[in-house]
């Protein structure tokens, strides 16, 4: 509620502060005979109108899903951006006309102290009203206080030629004035074109920015349990972010897959901002190999001997079998750099286990009800107990051929 309620507040003072400028900016413009000016006041009083539509769009879009709209009501920001846009583009497009009027005849400026002063008022005042509406807009990721802000940054441009253009008329330079009315209409056109551009992409449910994208990739492979990325896709609804993604895993217990749905919603919303919905698909991935686990008391190839306990083995022995034949494919040991700590050592090298993705777990004692039993189930890593006297013996335990296989054995020191 705190978040929304700055939204509301920046659109707020946005409104305050703007229709203050467009008051100061026509009495000076009329006061002086200043054509920028009085251009200068009519596209702050469009800001005026844009940001009581930005109020109103938050408001709208804050309003809970029904049966009616459940996706919500989020993209009544986009839709106000987009109104907003148009009404830009037409101050531009008025602001042109009058200049280009003014350009026939020669005007001299009165009051130019006080034009130069509002000249100037405004576009301090714009530049710190932008710079608020950003940063706001960003850290809320409102697309319609976004559009807003850059607005109010063509403000800051415009109120700059403006008073270049009193400033030369004060010099001599007559036609300076309708001049800074032109450019302040062109730079109006090319902010107007890039919030109508991105208001309608997000209309037309266009992808989010490819960054953002491969952030979620990661995070969802990342996750124990995910084999496979299958599909994604992400589109942005008002400041939220709607996700659908297929999930290939070997798991084949609905609660769970189901368990590591959740598990990847819940990383994903935790990495990134405003992810309202994330719709996974889990699809069945048949994995090639299943990796084991052993903990050892030596280096010995197959026939090293299995430690009688876990945490404190000097080594795990890490291999693949391949589910096809049962042929042994790969073999390597692991050195256990936690075998000598006083607390925690079991935890420790499960995590350590888990990191080498292992599917499975061999031990001769049971990790039952312990601190590695829930990180290697939190990982949907399986274990067993063997009464096999080394390597080699679990290996053909398990129905794995490790006769003429070949298989070269590594050692990795941690």
């Known amino acids: 509620m705190e978040r929304v309620g700055r939204d509301k507040r920046a659109a707020l003072v946005s409104i305050g502060v703007t229709a203050f400028l467009v008051v100061i900016k026509y009495a000076a413009g009329m006061l002086s005979g200043s054509i920028a000016l009085v251009a200068d006041a009519i596209h702050s009083l469009t800001d005026v109108i844009s940001s009581v539509a930005v109020f109103i769009g938050l408001k709208i879009s804050d309003r809970k899903p029904t049966d009616e709209f459940p996706y919500g009501f989020y993209k009544a920001e986009n839709i106000v951006s987009l109104f907003l846009a148009l009404a830009i583009l037409y101050a531009g ?6 200049s280009i009027g003014a350009t026939v005849r020669a005007v001299i400026l009165t009051d130019l102290p006080f034009a130069l002063s509002v000249a100037l008022i405004s576009l301090v005042s714009s530049l710190l009203l932008s710079n608020y509406k950003l940063k706001i807009g960003r850290e809320e990721n409102s697309p319609s206080l976004i559009a807003d802000g850059k607005h109010s940054r063509t403000d800051a441009l415009s109120s700059t030629v403006v008073f270049a253009g009193i400033l030369g008329n004060y010099l001599g330079f007559y036609f300076l004035d309708s001049a800074a009315g032109i450019l302040v209409a062109l730079l109006i056109f090319i ?13 037309l449910d ?10 979620i990739r990661e995070v969802a492979s990342e996750t124990h349990g995910v084999e496979k990325i299958h599909s994604l896709s992400a589109r942005s609804s008002g400041k939220f972010i709607f996700i659908e993604m297929g999930v290939g895993t070997s798991l ?9 749905s959740d598990k990847i919603e819940e990383r994903i919303k935790s990495e990134m901002k405003n992810v309202d919905r994330v719709l996974i698909h889990i699809e069945p991935e048949e994995k090639e190999f ?20 876990f945490g404190e083995a000097e080594y795990f022995c890490i291999f693949d079998i391949r589910r096809e034949d049962n042929d042994l494919v790969d073999m390597r040991f692991l050195k256990n750099p936690f075998a000598t700590l006083e607390k925690r050592k079991g935890l420790k090298a499960a995590e350590l286990l ?18 590695a039993f829930y990180v290697l189930d939190d990982a949907y890593v399986g274990s067993e107990e063997t009464d096999a006297g080394t390597i080699g013996e679990a290996i053909e335990e398990i129905g794995g051929a490790v006769c003429g296989s070949g298989v070269g054995v590594s050692s990795e020191d941690s």
């Open 191 to 203: 902010a107007g074109y890039g919030i109508l551009k991105d208001s309608i992409k997000v209309l």
């Open 93 to 98: 497009y008025e602001i042109i006309l009058t």
């Open 354 to 371: 888990v990191e080498n993705r292992i599917d499975k777990l061999i031990t001769k004692e049971s990790i039952a009800q312990k601190s």
């Open 252 to 260: 084949t217990d609905l609660e769970r897959a189901h368990q590591l």
């Open 206 to 215: 266009a992808s989010i920015d490819y960054e953002s994208l491969n952030r």
């Open 290 to 309: 299943t990796r084991y686990a052993v903990p050892c008391t030596e280096n010995k190839g197959l026939l090293s001997g299995i430690s009688r306990h």
